[in-house]
């Protein structure tokens, strides 16, 4: 697996699910919710996108809209 490659599977946790391999590389952000776009190297939704996530306080996983952490959507699919 390419860097690159590697790079879009993290994106797609975060809900930005339209990126594309760009070259070895690089990689264009997308979202099919709303026009996300790159800020000093960060990948940024639009405020209020239904597929915006965080990053858990405790472990760095992804935490959906509305939960308190990474533990919470682990409830939720029991």
């Known amino acids: ?20 391999v760009s070259g070895f590389t690089g990689v ?9 776009l790159v800020i000093n ?14 990053p858990c306080d405790e472990c760095g996983s992804p935490v959906k809209r509305g939960n308190l952490c990474c533990q919470d959507i682990n409830e939720d699919l029991l």
């Open 1 to 20: 697996m390419t860097p690159a490659e590697r790079t879009k599977c993290q994106l797609k946790l975060f809900g930005f699910d339209r990126c594309h």
């Open 28 to 36: 264009t952000v997308g979202c099919s919710q709303c026009e996300a």
């Open 41 to 54: 190297g960060v990948a940024c939704h639009e405020g209020g996108c239904p597929n915006k996530t965080r």
